[in-house]
Structures are given as C-alpha cells and as structure tokens.
C-alpha cells in the first residue's frame, strides 16, 4: 500500500514538472518593422536650456520688484507677437512662431523667480495655443513642418508653464485652469467646477508606470495616456463617461468612477463650433457620445492591444473617441500618431501593440478641430508626472540602445494558468487576473517594467529632494533627465 502510494505521488510529481516545463517554453519574440521614415521629433537644445538655467539662478538674487519691469516688458513683447499671430495667415515655418516660443521661454525664467504672475502666463499661454490652432486649419497636419511647429508651440509653452509652476507654492497653482468657453449646444453638466457639454472629450493622464510609457512612446512625447468621450443626459444631466479599460474593453463609467482612477492631469477638448459640420447640426456631438454609449451598452467591446483604429471589433481608448466621431461625419486625429524608434516599437510590440501609424491620446490636443476647454492639474500630480515621465525617457533610452524588456520566466507556468482562468472568466462577462487580450508573457512583462520604473522613480524622487535642498530650486526638466538616468543605473 506504501509503496503504491510513493508510485502515485512520483507519478504526480512527474506529470506536474512536464506540466510546467512545457508551459515554461517561452512564446516566440515578436517581429517589429524596421524604423520608419519619419524621423521622431528632437528639441536639440541642451546649451540653450542651460542658459536659461543659468539665468534664472542669477535672477534669483534679485528682488522682485527691481525684476518687475523687465516682467512687465516680457508679457508686452509677448502681446505685441500675439497680435501679429491673429492679424496674418502664416505658414508653419514662419519665422514668427520661433519669436513667440523664445519669448515665452525667456518670460517663464523671469516668472520662476517671481511667480505672482503666473496665472497670467497660464493665460496668454491659452490665447497663443487658440491662435496657433487657428493658424494649423490651413496646415497639413501630417507634414513634418506642421507636426513640428504646433508641437513646440503647444507642448513647449505648456512645459515652460509648468517649470513656473514648480518653481511656486504649492498654493498658486490652480486645480483647474479654464481656457476657452467653447460654445456648444448639447446637453452640458459640471465636473469640478467646469461645464462639461455632451460629447466633450476628456484626455488625461494615469498614475501607472505603463501610462507614462504611453504618454512618451511616440514621436511627440506628450502628457497624456488616456482619451475618453463624455455623455450628458439631455433629460437628467446625469453625465457618463465612456471608455476602454485595459482590463475590461469599453465601458460606462461614472464621473466619480473615472475620477477615483488616478488622474495625474485632465484636459477637456471641444469640437470647434465654427465647423461646418457642427454649423450644419450642432448637436453632431451628442449624437457621437450617444452612439459610442449605446454600443458600449449594447455589445462588449474587448480593448484593441494592437492599436489598429481601423478596425473597430476592438478597441482602444483613443479609438473609443475618434470611431464615434466617425460614425457622425468627422475624422478626428488630423495628424495620426507615428512611432518610429525601433527601440520603442519593440517594447510595444512586447505589450501586443502591432500598429505603430496609430492614434496617440496626446496627439489629440494638436487636432485643428478642438478647443482646449480647460484643464486640471496642481503641484503634486504634477511632481509625480514630471519624475514618471523623466524615468520613461531614460528607459526608453536604453531601448535604443538594445535593452530588453525582462520578465520572471519561472512566473511564466502560473501566468499562463491564470490566463486560461482569465478566459473562463471573460466568457461569463467577469475580469480575469490576466486582461482580455493581453499574454501571460506580455502581463509579465508589464509586471517587470512597472517594477524597474517604481525602483528608479523613487531613487529619483530621493535625488531631486538632495538636488532641492542643495539649489534651492526645483530642478527643471532636463536636469531631471539627468538624475533619473543615474536613478536608473544604480
């Protein structure tokens, strides 16, 4: 009887490890298509960010109010190029927008001394982005030149905003910065303090370590990971958000469920009332919101990993947006998304992705057809944003360089156990532990980088306290760059 039994738990014993060495065979490596002809774009600017660090910790002995003039003269330079930016149609390469970006750059060193202005700043910022967006509805927003310019305008002006910011207390910056009161004649509600109209569009940015990849991992690096289309109802203003979660395809959410998901910043878009098409009908919008509810209520749509915002049995979160827009006449995404760093499309391809001509959610803030309605940001999202991002660069670096992602391949029995428990599970409607279309290989994967840029991004933090104490100022971004390089390497 002993010794039967032995025999048995042998054989078990047996059965379990080619069990597991079968399923530790890994999954073959993804292709990825070589660089594209598209070359991502670059600031190239490191001496002239020095001299504009340089200057301000000279400024910084000076009192505020022998700088006040020169302030005064910054915002009146920056008014009179305003002016001639709304008073002429400019082509992308006139030499104009360079003028605007350099004085803006150069009154943002002023402001980080003395930021009683800042709300200014924020403000003019919003008149020079309206103004560059009325220009861009002549451009060709798939060129390189347009691409170029509305990026370093747009992205560039926001930057230097929000190195101001981080030079200030906490208590000067706003939660939420109002921009532009789009008109619009479709149902409209209040979300913190703002009018949010049915089929307004939400951009934001999440707090994991894969959002920040998201954000950066293209060939305009931008803030946000995350696009969602809202739904105000017309009879009880309730207001509804529709988006596709990683986890669980497109859903409905609620204001206070899409808001409890950590949201490092938010921006609300709006299509521009001047359009024809909106002209024609303004209530297009609602009824893009009201299709992309009633499908999301309908069917269950599985999140598109792939990034293929043709084909729209899946979906992602940017196509949730623009596949609704479709539906009512109007391509949004004037200048779809490039990536092109091979380095780049190997670690998505790692994650699933197979389109890298796509539609990046921070791309859409350049579309020529929206307004910047408002946007929600302070200073402690916005330290955690700027370090997550910094991380994100550095290790999108050595992705250029020939760096792998890893994972636990001894994890990778258990992973793939847990992923045909996920398919059970995603078959009766529930969530599994492992996404619906997603590998176990790539849920590993992900596992591994989030803990690679947890791990550097709090040595960052330490070295940004040591560089605080030690300077007195907060570092600015590219000295950030450089801390969280050495943050990575340790």
Known sequence: ??????????????????????????????????????????????????????????????????????????????????????????????????????????????????????????????????????????????????????????????????????????????????????????PSARILGVTIHSGDILVSRGGAPTSALIARGNDYPGNFSHAALAHVDPTTGKISIIEAHIESGVVISTVEDYLEDTKLRIMVLRLRSDLPAIQSDPMLPHKAAEYARRKATSIHTPYDFAMDFRDHSKLFCSEVVSEAYEQVGIGLWMGVSYISNRGIKSWLAMFGVENFVTQEPSDLEYDPQLRVVAEWRDHETLYKDRADNAVVDVMLEGAELGDQLGYDLYMLPLARVLKAYSVVLNQVGWVGPVPEGMSATAALRNKWYSRKHRAATEKLLSLEDQFRRENGYSPPYWELTKLARQAYSQ
């Open 1 to 186: 009887m002993k010794s039967r039994w032995i025999k048995q738990f042998l054989a078990s014993c047996a059965l379990f490890a080619s069990l597991y060495l079968i399923l530790l065979i890994p999954d073959s490596v993804p292709s990825v298509p070589e660089a594209g002809e598209r070359e991502p774009f670059t600031w190239n600017q490191d001496e002239y960010w020095s001299r504009l660090e340089a200057r301000f910790k000279a400024l910084r002995s000076e009192d505020c109010t022998c700088l006040s003039p020169r302030i005064l003269s910054g915002f009146a330079e920056i008014e009179s190029l305003l002016t001639l930016l709304q008073s002429d149609t400019l082509k992308p390469e006139a030499p104009l927008f360079t003028d605007v970006e350099g004085s803006f750059f150069e009154l943002g060193t002023l402001l980080g001394v003395c930021p009683e202005r800042l709300m200014d700043y924020v403000k003019i910022f919003g008149l020079i982005r309206m103004a560059v967006k009325d220009q861009s509805v002549h451009w060709d927003m798939n060129s390189a030149a347009a691409r170029d310019r509305i990026y370093r305008v747009q992205y560039g002006g926001r930057t230097a905003i929000e190195e101001v910011m981080m030079q200030s207390p906490g208590n000067r910056i706003p939660e939420a910065v109002p921009e532009s009161d789009e008109s619009s004649a479709t």
